[in-house]
């Protein structure tokens, strides 16, 4: 157990819906982290906030969001489903940035969108 | 876009023997991390190796960093059925302390 916890673990959605997917970092860690994961495109790296704030920005697609509240979970919200974003999503969380620390990896929230 | 490229994408060995994936990457780096997934699973960290490191050992994992070549190596030794699982690798830039870009990733099979 990593103590990064995600929900919800799988969702089904409709095209065109609007989802938000919740994390939990580990207790004390600062950054949070989400990622994409697809057969496609593998593992790509979406966004990190650190303390509540956005601190780098990956291959996030503009219907998508994400940010971190004062008690340190945080949510990714998807709009406007495609079928393509049918993925696990990952979130992970570190102490601080990831210059020689560990991150920690939730147990992804599988999304399907038919 | 990925950062690192793992070879082989796949490997199959027998329980027993040694394993080796290669990743390559790309840009300079701050450090490089092995992750390990097992099928539809989160990522668990095994190993990190910083920039001035060249190789670190961790139980049955022995990894190296090579970075006049950009590489880097996974090897497990004595591997188990239980090691079934995909292996990726990924870097942390020197330009950025905050993004960890993954490798494709290596799916390995340990046959009993």
């Known amino acids: 157990d990593s103590g990064v916890t995600q929900t919800p673990k799988h969702l089904i959605t409709a095209t065109g819906q609007r989802v938000t997917l919740r994390c939990s970092p580990r207790?004390?860690?600062?950054?949070v982290y989400w990622y994409q994961q697809s057969l496609d495109q593998g593992l790509q790296f979406l966004i990190q906030y650190y303390n509540g704030e956005e601190r780098a920005k990956g291959n996030i697609l503009e219907r998508f969001s994400a940010q971190q509240f004062p008690d340190l979970h945080s949510e990714l919200n998807l709009s406007s489903l495609e079928l393509g974003d049918s993925a696990l999503y990952f979130c992970?969380?570190?102490?601080?940035?990831?210059?020689?620390?560990?991150?920690?990896f939730g147990e992804g929230s599988w999304l399907t969108v038919v | 876009s990925q950062q690192g490229e793992e070879d082989p994408q796949a490997l199959s060995i027998q329980e027993g023997e040694n394993a080796t994936m290669n990743c390559s990457y790309k840009?300079?780096?701050?450090?490089l991390q092995w992750y390990r997934q097992n099928s539809g699973r989160g990522l668990v960290h095994l190993i990190l190796?910083?920039?001035?490191?060249r190789e670190k050992h961790s139980g049955r994992l022995r990894v190296t960093l090579d970075t006049s070549k950009k590489s880097s190596s996974l090897l497990i030794t004595a591997s188990r059925a239980a090691d079934t699982a995909s292996y990726f690798c990924?870097?942390?830039?020197?330009?950025?302390?905050?993004?960890?870009?993954f490798g494709s990733g290596t799916r390995l099979l340990v046959r009993p």
């Open positions: 992970a969380s570190s102490a601080e940035g990831i210059a020689g620390n560990t991150i920690y």
């Open positions: 840009t300079s780096i701050n450090n």
């Open positions: 990924a870097t942390v830039g020197m330009d950025s302390s905050y993004k960890l870009i």
């Open positions: 207790s004390g860690d600062l950054s």
């Open positions: 190796i910083r920039s001035n490191e």
